[in-house]
């Protein structure tokens, strides 16, 4: 693929990872009964340990909590249906056991809402949905402990769908930092920070993430796909970012050691540089060992550039006449 090719394309190329957004049904805690539910206490007392355990639900959640959920049981609900009364239970909720329920309850009905989405825009409202919900669950406080990474990268990853880039950022960061890997290699999240990175423009920040991933490949005894050096490439040269640019395109070259590579790399060299004879020589001489030196024009430059009168570079690197 040669530079004017990737330069068109460089905007195109996104990182080969995919991540499944999930669709499993989040289990909550047991909530009291509709009985007990519309229960009011009787002025404050202390709670029994068996009324801890219960959780920190006032009389007013309940009793918006209980009918929604026995509505959202239904199959076949619209959204419109129960709209109305999830953001009331939103404006109830208060504790940390409220909110973990209530955002259990909106992330169950963004699946059920997805599942009966016909079009993109009922889609992308589900996903927003369920996203919702789950960051009600992790600001909590009240997420298992042993489930909170989990929680983080499914956030990540809906924001990711939801094309929110920084918000998608901080969940893997979160997720990362919980040691949660969601059956990915360490390379394969950096290169997902990487795309965060990427979709916001940052295109310096994510390379340095990207080399990341490389070094993490390469430190686990792996060969990084050459689909990622093209990847790196594209964006350093679509960026006019230096010295990347060559390094992407040298090391693809060794890594990958093909005629099309080492002509890419080369003609890298020579598209960004004003090269003066001798480093157009040097730049020849290397096509020729890497065996890409086959067109009759640079023949021609090569035969007239090394003329005996020319200085040339013998192979330490020095120069002679």
Same mark, same amino acid.
């Given at each position: ?17 995919? /991540? ?44 918006? $909590?209980?009918? /929604? ?18 953001? #009331? ?5 208060? +504790? ?11 992330? !169950? ?18 996903? #927003?949905?369920?996203? &919702? ?18 929680? !983080? ?15 998608? &950022?901080?969940? %893997? ?36 993430? %990207?080399?990341?991933? $490389? ?17 790196? $490439? ?6 006019? %970012? ?18 099309? !590579? ?9 598209? /960004? ?5 001798? #480093? ?6 290397? +096509? &020729? ?33």
């Amino acid at each position: 693929m040669n530079t004017l090719t990737l330069r068109k394309q460089a905007s195109k190329l996104v990182l080969a990872i995919a /991540l499944a957004t999930g669709t499993a049904m989040v289990a909550g805690h047991v909530v009291p009964d509709e009985a007990q539910a519309q229960r009011a206490p009787k002025g404050k007392k202390k709670k029994s340990k068996k009324q801890e355990a219960a959780g920190d639900y006032s009389a007013e959640w309940r009793g918006a $909590f209980v009918p /929604l959920s026995e509505l959202l049981a239904a199959d076949g609900v619209a959204p419109s249906a129960y709209s109305a009364q999830i953001e #009331q239970l939103v404006g109830l909720t208060k +504790s940390g056991d409220e909110q973990m329920q209530t955002g259990q309850l909106i992330y !169950n009905a963004g699946i059920r809402a997805g599942s009966l989405a016909q079009d993109e825009a009922g889609k992308a409202a589900a996903i #927003q949905t369920r996203l &919702r919900g789950m960051e009600m669950m992790i600001n909590s406080g009240k997420a298992p402990l042993a489930s909170a990474g989990q929680y !983080n990268f499914i956030a990540y990853q809906l924001a990711s769908v939801a094309r929110q880039p920084v918000k998608a &950022r901080g969940y %893997l960061q979160q997720a990362m930092g919980l040691g949660y890997t969601g059956g990915q290699s360490q390379a394969d999240l950096k290169m997902a920070l990487a795309q965060t990175y990427f979709n916001t423009d940052e295109h310096a920040q994510g390379l340095a993430i %990207l080399d990341e991933a $490389f070094a993490a490949t390469r430190a686990a005894g792996q060969t990084p796909d050459e689909s990622l050096y093209e990847i790196a $490439f594209s964006i350093a040269y679509r960026q006019d %970012l230096q010295p990347q640019v060559y390094d992407y395109a040298i090391a693809r070259a060794q890594t990958y050691p093909t005629p099309e !590579n080492w002509t890419n790399a080369i003609n890298v060299v020579r598209v /960004l540089n004003d090269l003066d004879d001798q #480093q157009t020589l040097d730049i020849l001489r290397l +096509s &020729r060992m890497a065996g890409v030196l086959k067109d009759k024009q640079e023949y021609i430059i090569y035969v007239e550039t090394a003329d005996a009168r020319r200085p040339t570079a013998d192979c330490d690197g020095s120069y002679s006449q």
